[in-house]
């Protein structure tokens, strides 16, 4: 079960060459629940989303799943847990939708394990839930944006793991489909346990979607807990700079962000 798996950074610090990103952030990812990160751009979302996936070693502290460091677990041991999809991942030349979908099985896979019939459901539930089913044989280099980033998804939960972080899921996609992914995480949440852990940059989808919000501040951890907690006039203009309102979404019933420019105010 999903909710018996633990994820925390502990004095984490992570950086490109000279460049420290994020420094001394310590953070408990809530099992079980739906976790976003957000914050401005260049602020450490995804480098700390790679360290978490350990695909970044860090410099300072480390990243713990289940009582031990990510960075000295196999990994395809690892893989068996946690997935990862990437910002703007790419695609070996002329392969085909359903031949990478299969290839989020690979973790299941072993020197006594061959693909069998739990597998082929894996990869037909994936396809199908994000609509894909379609596509199969047609080459993923071919396809639109929107339709490569629902196929990446694909991949991601035939993968299976009871940990998945995904870096701007919604990237490429329109409003319907950003919608779609997002009630297809959230389904997955819901029905598996799935312990979900995005980066987004819409605010208010963030607020929508998220039962635990993170708020990154120059590579610092500025503020974390519900959105109610988190989604206020203060932490949007210390995080992003910006002046705004916050009223209640009259959909969600959460928090809504609405930005105020110098040509959108009300001339008194």
């Not at 995804?46 to 289940?66: F, I, K, Q």
């Not at 085909?96 to 896979?109: K, Y």
């Amino acid at each position: 079960m999903t909710t018996s798996h633990s994820l925390t950074a502990e004095r984490l610090t992570l950086g490109y060459g000279d460049r420290v990103v994020v420094e001394s952030l310590d953070l408990t990812v809530p099992p079980g629940r739906v976790t976003v990160i957000v914050g401005a751009n260049a602020c450490g979302k995804s480098t700390l989303l790679r360290s978490l996936s350990r695909l970044l070693a860090p410099r300072e502290g480390r990243v713990v799943l289940d009582g031990r460091q990510v960075h000295r677990m196999p990994a395809k041991e690892l893989a068996r847990t946690l997935g990862l999809l990437p910002q703007s991942p790419v695609a070996p030349e002329g392969i085909t939708v359903l031949d990478l979908v299969c290839r989020g099985r690979h973790p299941h896979q072993g020197l006594f394990s061959r693909w069998n019939g739990r597998d082929d459901a894996a990869v037909a539930a994936a396809l199908e839930a994000t609509q894909t089913t379609d596509l199969a044989d047609r080459a993923v280099d071919e396809l639109s944006g929107g339709q490569r980033q629902r196929v990446w998804i694909a991949m991601a939960l035939a993968q299976e793991t009871d940990l998945l972080l995904l870096d701007e899921p919604t990237t490429f996609l329109d409003a319907s489909h950003q919608i779609e992914v997002l009630d297809l995480l959230t389904d997955l949440n819901r029905t598996r346990g799935t312990t979900i852990v995005m980066v987004l940059h819409d605010l208010n989808l963030a607020a929508r979607y998220a039962d635990h919000l993170i708020a990154l501040a120059d590579g610092r951890l500025h503020a974390c807990g519900t959105p109610a907690e988190v989604l206020t006039e203060d932490n949007v203009r210390t995080v992003f700079g910006l002046d705004s309102r916050i009223i209640e979404d009259p959909v969600s019933g959460r928090p809504l962000m609405l930005p105020i420019g110098r040509h959108h105010v009300r001339p008194q």
